[in-house]
């Protein structure tokens, strides 16, 4: 049962063009939303969050819609850099004990 | 450096033997999570511990696996009779407080567990 899902598996982007990455869910109930970066051999760092109570979060280059109807979030990155490449994830918080739900990640490629 | 860390950051072991993976939580973080990471896959919790408290361990396998978080020193996974389905990285994080989701929870850089 897949609850957070991410259906690209990778994108490339050209440095400085927007980068826009995407997911889903099915749990209504999920109360937070947080990407996650990823770069290989080392842990995720967060990145950004949204409350389900917003629609929107800015945070410098970051910034993450909520669309709760269609259960749907996406990352937007401005403008995107080479140092942007890695694997992002998309996480949701929800439940009593705050255990985060992943999904299978998206692999950026920004080309210089 | 005020980060989770974790120990061994690579560990090879044959089929049968014991695993032990260590980590600290950051420096004031009471709060520890376990995540695994099969190759191709996101990362799937495992355990989420208090210290001296387990506080929910439903995506931890029911044989074989558990984990402490002792009152003083690191929290622990053990992985009894390894097999080879259990190589994987296992990443620890940890967070402040309980209960808010605005409180992001802080990783560590993995334990890649390898079983030969």
């Known amino acids: 049962d897949q609850q957070v899902k991410q259906n690209s598996p990778s994108l490339s982007v050209q440095e400085g063009r927007i980068s826009i990455l995407n997911c889903d869910y099915t749990?209504?109930?999920?109360?937070?939303f947080l990407w996650y970066k990823k770069y290989p051999a080392e842990g995720p760092t967060f990145l950004i969050s949204i409350s389900s109570i917003k629609d929107k979060n800015e945070d410098g280059r970051f910034t993450v819609f909520l669309n709760k109807s269609a259960k749907h979030l996406s990352l937007h990155i401005v403008p995107s850099q080479p140092g942007d490449s890695a694997v992002y994830f998309c996480?949701?918080?929800?439940?009593?004990?705050?255990?985060?739900?992943f999904g299978t990640g998206t692999l950026l490629a920004v080309q210089p | 450096n005020a980060g989770v860390m974790q120990n061994p950051r690579h560990l090879v072991r044959r089929r049968g033997q014991e695993a032990r993976l260590r980590c600290s939580p950051m420096?004031?973080?009471?709060?520890v999570y376990w995540y695994r990471q099969l190759p191709e896959e996101g990362l799937k919790f495992m355990v989420y511990?208090?210290?001296?408290?387990?506080?929910?361990e439903s995506g931890m396998p029911k044989e074989r696996f558990s984990a402490e978080f002792p009152k003083e020193g690191p929290s622990i996974l053990r992985i009894q009779q390894v097999v080879r389905g259990d190589s994987a990285a296992y990443f620890c994080?940890?967070?402040?407080?309980f209960g808010q989701g605005n409180q992001p929870q802080h990783f560590g850089d993995g334990t890649r567990l390898s079983i030969l």
């Open positions: 749990n209504s109930m999920f109360d937070y």
């Open positions: 994080a940890s967070s402040p407080t």
């Open positions: 996480a949701a918080n929800g439940g009593a004990t705050n255990k985060l739900i």
């Open positions: 420096k004031g973080h009471s709060h």
């Open positions: 511990l208090q210290k001296e408290n387990i506080i929910d």
